[in-house]
């Protein structure tokens, strides 16, 4: 009989919206672009969360991620988004693995996603291990117990949540005439904040 010890997952939800001008617009009056994961590409500053035209994303993801956090059977009674920002990644941009520090969750939410612009992949947290005592192990088909990678694709108003220490990289953009757009976003718990700003 098989037993999961432990389980690696991942959230996706479905949101209509209408923020790819909004985020052009972040980008040509909102000042440099930040440098943290991106290798090339713009990465805005954190967004003001009161801004009227993020607040039906903002209750989107708030609402995916309370049933999201279900599932971890945690006391938690409070969620809020600490942290929001715009990825615009051009012809051969992308980002480097990393980890998002001083929260619970973490997610990205697509704008827009043209062909071979790239996916998101995942790290399993214990690829270190996996990879010093089977480098040598063949495998006849990967899947879940087996590989230390695991990639979801990005597709138009559809975005992931995940534990936010599980760490991930975005593939390059390939397409060389249109962007990959994306709002990131980091989840923490406790008191509900008196204002975003």
């Not at 997610?107 to 996603?113: F, L, R």
């Not at 088909?141 to 599980?166: D, H, K, R, V």
Request: contains cysteine.
């Amino acid at each position: 009989m098989l037993h999961n010890l432990f389980t690696y997952n991942a959230w996706s939800f479905e949101h209509e919206s209408n923020l790819k001008d909004y985020c052009y617009n972040i980008r040509d009056n909102g000042g440099c672009s930040v440098r943290h994961s991106n290798i090339g590409g713009y990465q805005s500053p954190a967004l003001d969360l009161d801004e009227p035209k993020l607040q039906p994303l903002i209750n989107s993801i708030l609402n995916e991620t309370s049933q999201y956090s279900k599932h971890f059977e945690t006391k938690i009674e409070y969620l809020y988004i600490s942290q929001m920002w715009i990825s615009i990644n051009s012809y051969k941009d992308l980002n480097i693995e990393h980890r998002h520090a001083n929260c619970m969750f973490s997610g990205v939410y697509y704008i827009s996603t043209p062909p071979n612009c790239g996916s998101i992949e995942f790290v399993r947290p214990d690829s270190d291990f996996l990879n010093s005592y089977w480098w040598n192990v063949e495998r006849k088909n990967f899947n879940a117990m087996n590989t230390n990678l695991w990639w979801l694709s990005c597709q138009e108003n559809m975005g992931y949540i995940f534990p936010s220490y599980y760490a991930h990289r975005v593939q390059p953009n390939l397409n060389k005439d249109q962007d990959r757009i994306s709002i990131s976003f980091n989840i923490q718990h406790g008191e509900k904040p008196k204002s975003y700003t």
